[in-house]
């Protein structure tokens, strides 16, 4: 590599860090707490994923995304999932238009709320199955199909949905070929007694913070190619692909505790997000290559909504991150890291 590419790769990943630094700026003088959520899902944004975030009402779920969205100088769009909801409210739809001078009519495509680069799907789990299907192709192929015609999404595209606990009156689990889609499901959790005064005293006064853009959609693009050039040793490769592995009941090195509470592990796409999330951690860090601190870190949100637990483990109250737990303490680190 020559000095000349070294330079200008050095500047990349300085404006990198330097844009990261500048959101998380704007985003504290609105988002109090929640460092380890919004950490996943400016991850998610530079690897070019999307982002589930959990949680129960009122933990500022919706305004951090909003926010965020603010940050980064992109066409913001909200969906607000309801039980009535229709496919065609999100994808848009066709109508038809007569031209008053001819009397001709013809069809034109009218785009719905899921043309823009950030979409935030607002209790994505509040509406039936087959609402939440129409998201699918969006999140995987970035292009959606009505009546028979593909129209291509804007580039970069993001979809970051917030849902409530399923034990919540109203909701509906999503299915499982959706939940796959997302790089992370991030947990919120109620705040510090410390953070909740903070809150208190930030949106009770006459203080409005005002969020300015700090990037754009041309500069992100650049950023999620610059974060799939950081190397990964071919050992810690191989550990998270045994570790995918692992929790899946019927592979030869599964454990015995995952043979006994799991029904259904991750896929070949949890692997891969691990992978390129681990990328971006190390980037943010301020490093040139992933550590096994970097895979071991996100491991547990990347897969938590990807292993589907037994009636033995629902029975025993173990959830999904104990498993992991489990799992992660179960598989020492490769030698070389």
């Given at each position: 590599m020559d000095t000349s590419t070294t330079a200008d790769l050095e500047q990349r990943v300085e404006r990198f860090r330097a844009v990261r630094d500048g959101i998380l700026e704007q985003v504290r003088e609105v988002i109090v707490g929640q460092d380890d959520v919004l950490d996943q899902i400016l991850i998610a944004l530079f690897v070019g994923g999307h982002c589930l975030i959990t949680g129960m009402p009122g933990t500022a779920k919706t305004l951090m995304v909003r926010t965020i969205a603010e940050t980064l100088g992109l066409t913001f769009k909200r969906i607000q999932f309801t039980p009535d909801l229709m496919p065609s409210d999100i994808t848009g739809t066709d109508i038809i238009e007569e031209d008053i001078t001819t009397g001709h009519r013809?069809?034109?495509?009218?785009?719905?709320?899921?043309?823009?680069?950030?979409?935030?799907?607002?209790?994505?789990?509040?509406?039936?199955?087959?609402?939440?299907?129409?998201?699918?192709?969006?999140?995987?192929?970035?292009?959606?199909?009505?009546?028979?015609?593909?129209?291509?999404?804007?580039?970069?595209?993001?979809?970051?949905?917030?849902?409530?606990?399923?034990?919540?009156?109203?909701?509906?689990?999503?299915?499982?070929?959706?939940?796959?889609?997302?790089?992370?499901?991030?947990?919120?959790?109620?705040?510090?007694?410390?953070?909740?005064?903070?809150?208190?005293?930030?949106?009770?006064?006459?203080?409005?913070?005002?969020?300015?853009?700090?990037?754009?959609?041309?500069?992100?693009?650049?950023?999620?190619?610059?974060?799939?050039?950081?190397?990964?040793?071919?050992?810690?490769?191989?550990?998270?692909?045994?570790?995918?592995?692992?929790?899946?009941?019927?592979?030869?090195?599964?454990?015995?505790?995952?043979?006994?509470?799991?029904n259904f592990g991750g896929s070949i796409r949890a692997a891969q997000f691990i992978v390129l999330a681990a990328k971006a951690r190390a980037l943010s860090r301020r490093r040139y290559h992933v550590t096994y601190e970097d895979i071991t870190a996100l491991a547990i949100p990347v897969l938590r909504h990807r292993i589907l637990l037994n009636f033995h483990a629902e029975s025993e109250r173990i959830d999904t991150d104990e498993i992991l737990r489990r799992l992660l303490a179960h598989m020492p680190p490769p030698r070389e890291s």
């Amino acid at each position: 590599m020559d000095t000349s590419t070294t330079a200008d790769l050095e500047q990349r990943v300085e404006r990198f860090r330097a844009v990261r630094d500048g959101i998380l700026e704007q985003v504290r003088e609105v988002i109090v707490g929640q460092d380890d959520v919004l950490d996943q899902i400016l991850i998610a944004l530079f690897v070019g994923g999307h982002c589930l975030i959990t949680g129960m009402p009122g933990t500022a779920k919706t305004l951090m995304v909003r926010t965020i969205a603010e940050t980064l100088g992109l066409t913001f769009k909200r969906i607000q999932f309801t039980p009535d909801l229709m496919p065609s409210d999100i994808t848009g739809t066709d109508i038809i238009e007569e031209d008053i001078t001819t009397g001709h009519r013809t069809w034109t495509f009218v785009q719905g709320p899921i043309f823009g680069n950030v979409v935030l799907a607002d209790e994505i789990n509040r509406t039936p199955p087959k609402t939440q299907a129409a998201m699918l192709e969006a999140m995987q192929e970035r292009s959606c199909t009505v009546r028979g015609h593909v129209y291509k999404l804007p580039a970069p595209f993001f979809v970051l949905a917030t849902q409530n606990p399923i034990e919540l009156e109203g909701t509906y689990p999503l299915p499982e070929a959706q939940l796959d889609r997302f790089l992370f499901n991030a947990m919120m959790d109620y705040l510090s007694a410390a953070d909740e005064l903070k809150v208190v005293d930030l949106t009770t006064a006459t203080r409005a913070p005002k969020v300015v853009a700090v990037t754009n959609a041309e500069e992100l693009l650049g950023f999620q190619e610059l974060v799939r050039m950081v190397p990964i040793a071919e050992s810690l490769a191989k550990y998270v692909v045994n570790l995918v592995r692992a929790t899946r009941a019927k592979s030869e090195n599964a454990p015995d505790f995952i043979k006994k509470y799991v029904n259904f592990g991750g896929s070949i796409r949890a692997a891969q997000f691990i992978v390129l999330a681990a990328k971006a951690r190390a980037l943010s860090r301020r490093r040139y290559h992933v550590t096994y601190e970097d895979i071991t870190a996100l491991a547990i949100p990347v897969l938590r909504h990807r292993i589907l637990l037994n009636f033995h483990a629902e029975s025993e109250r173990i959830d999904t991150d104990e498993i992991l737990r489990r799992l992660l303490a179960h598989m020492p680190p490769p030698r070389e890291s």
